[in-house]
């Protein structure tokens, strides 16, 4: 009853709930700070791939997605075919990384023209610039 009644005290709720509101604060700066590093990863793996670097290792497509780098520029050498694959909507596992999507991906044009499933070149990750078209206006 003596217990209770001192974590009922108005001075150890508003010490409790200082603490709980800079345990949040620090949380939310540790989730600031590790999508920034990812961010850097997946933008230092894009300049690889700019550089003629290799593909493997890549960041994982969960990695790309939590620091804000959610498109995949993919170009098809043979028809000079360029797309951007937007990361959240892929149907690949989060945990694989990037360059393993490549083995899914062919040009539509290339299969119903050759009847060829033709591979892209791995371009890099990009930033989306405008907001999805699909959202509503506010
Ligand atoms: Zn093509």
Not at 80 to 99: G, S
């Amino acid at each position: 009853m003596l217990a209770l009644a001192f974590y009922e005290s108005p001075e150890v709720l508003t010490g409790a709930q200082r603490l709980i509101q800079r345990g949040i604060e620090f949380d939310e700066a540790a989730d600031r700070q590790l999508a920034s590093a990812l961010r850097l990863d997946c933008l230092a793996w894009s300049a690889l791939q700019f550089t003629g670097g290799p593909e493997a290792p890549s960041p994982t497509i969960a990695a790309a997605l939590q620091g804000g780098v959610e498109l995949l520029e993919v170009q098809f050498r043979q028809c000079n075919h360029t797309e951007l694959i937007d990361l959240a909507l892929v149907i690949w596992p989060r945990e694989r990384p990037i360059h393993t999507l490549r083995r899914a991906l062919y040009c539509a044009k290339c299969l119903k023209n050759y009847q060829r499933k033709r591979r892209p070149d791995l371009i890099g990750l990009r930033v989306r610039q405008n907001p999805d078209p699909t959202s509503p206006m506010k």
